[in-house]
């Protein structure tokens, strides 16, 4: 068992993230059992999901001639365009039906705002609009983070860096994660995360 002050935050391990989904990250559905047994040692544990609205402004689908995985600029930065994915309600954006909830005691929701993708699990893309995990953490006393999930490259990599960023100690469980690895983002993102000071193991 981690001390008390020490937080699980598994990131969206969702049905359209794991094969057969509709943004399929290749053995996203092997992580489950490992994080299920992974979630008896710690007192917190956080679940996240990925939840748009319909005509999410991050699909390209939402952007006429636009391919899946080109990239755009759009007012707060560059932003990868997805297929449609994780839609409010839909099937593809409840959690694996494999995936242990009951332990959780906050999921939060991301990707709400039509015009902002969130990537993070603290900020959306703009980098400054809070979720509202960093208030949740910091007022039960929690000063430690691990994170697992999907996908390793994009949601857990920007939550794991904004986490250390928020002065919280930071572990990513490798093993526990899978990337979406789009020309070398994996390789890419584990470099940012080790520069910022997370322990990716
Ligand atoms: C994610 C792309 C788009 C993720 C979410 O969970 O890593 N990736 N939306
Ligand atoms: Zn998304």
Redesign the pocket.
């Known amino acids: 068992m981690n001390p008390a002050n020490h937080a699980l935050i598994v990131?969206?391990v969702q049905n359209d993230?794991c094969p057969g989904g509709r943004?399929a990250?290749a053995g996203g559905d092997a992580i489950v059992p490992g994080i299920n047994a992974l979630m008896d040692d710690f007192a917190t544990v956080v679940l996240t999901q990925?939840w748009h609205p319909a005509g999410h402004s991050?699909f390209a689908s939402s952007h006429p001639g636009a391919a899946p995985f080109s990239v755009i600029d759009m007012p707060y930065g560059r932003q990868?365009l997805?297929p449609d994915?994780?839609v409010q309600g839909s099937d593809g954006a409840a959690f694996r039906p494999d995936l242990r909830t009951d332990p959780a005691a906050l999921v939060i929701r991301k990707?709400m705002n039509p015009a902002l993708?969130s990537?993070s699990a603290f900020f959306e893309n703009d980098r400054v609009t809070p979720t509202g995990l960093d208030g949740f953490l910091k007022s039960r006393g929690i000063t430690a983070v691990t994170l697992a999930?999907?996908?390793t490259?994009?949601?857990?990599a920007f939550s794991a860096i904004d986490a250390a960023r928020l002065g919280l100690a930071v572990t990513v469980r490798g093993d526990l994660s899978r990337a979406?690895d789009l020309d070398g983002s994996l390789g890419a993102a584990i470099s940012h995360m080790r520069a910022a000071g997370v322990s990716v193991v």
Request: proline share 0%; net charge negative; with cysteine.
């Open positions: 990131v969206d993230f943004l990250v990925d991050s990868t997805w994915h994780c990707g993708d990537y999930g999907l996908a490259d994009f949601c857990v979406i």
